[in-house]
Nanobody
Framework: QVQLVESGGGLVQAGGSLRLSCAAS????????MGWYRQAPGKRRELVAA???????NYADSVKGRSTIFRDNAKNTVYLQMNSLKPEDTAVYYC?????????????WGQGTQVTVSS
């Protein structure tokens, strides 16, 4: 199993920046992709950004150009740097990691961290 601990959420004014962190522990040797989803009140959970073990990244159109995802494999930590934040970025952000163990795919989720952007 892999456990995830998130940090870095909070309240920020529009135009500001935040960096979210997510540290994985446990059976981290089987981790492949790491990333972030978010869920705003009344909306479906959506992918924000993801990064594979090889460094390939994927971003939602809504954050492209304003956010950067990167990972430190030595620390089993993934980061999401968000700039030029907008009120519509307000949501609970969930870290996830996935991988394969003995041919079985698995996914682990963090507990979520609140990001609130005030106008």
């Amino acid at each position: 199993q892999v456990q995830l601990v998130e940090s870095g959420g909070g309240l920020v004014q529009a135009g500001g920046s935040l960096r979210l962190s997510c540290a994985a522990s446990g059976s981290t040797f089987s981790i492949n992709a790491m990333g972030w989803y978010r869920q705003a009140p009344g909306k479906r959970r959506e992918l924000v950004a993801a990064i594979t073990s090889g460094g390939r990244t994927n971003y939602a159109d809504s954050v492209k150009g304003r956010s950067t995802i990167f990972r430190d494999n030595a620390k089993n930590t993934v980061y999401l740097q968000m700039n030029s934040l907008k009120p519509e970025d307000t949501a609970v952000y969930y870290c996830y990691v996935d991988g394969v163990w003995a041919t079985m795919p698995w996914t682990s989720w963090g507990q979520g961290t609140q990001v609130t952007v005030s106008s």
